[in-house]
């Protein structure tokens, strides 16, 4: 099975943030915001983007096959 990922980097911003908030080390073409890590979830799930989440929150997903990790290089 191929996998397609979303163009779309999903990051997490706290609801205090402004517009002119740094970007933490996220770039990318393409940026959703979101300011509740659930809705992050659900986003990444749906094949919306790429991003991270905390192992506690995306480890049913992983067992299911609904995400998968990234190969990430060092």
Request: charged share 20%; aromatic share 8%; glycine share 6%.
């Amino acid at each position: 099975m191929v996998r397609v990922f979303g163009d779309y980097a999903v990051c997490w911003t706290p609801s205090s943030a402004s517009a002119d908030s740094q970007d933490h080390g996220v770039h990318a073409l393409h940026l959703w915001h979101v300011t509740d890590m659930a809705a992050k979830r659900e986003l990444l799930k749906a094949d919306i983007g790429w991003g991270t989440l905390p192992d506690y929150m995306a480890q049913e997903a992983l067992e299911s096959g609904t995400l998968v990790r990234l190969p990430l290089e060092d």
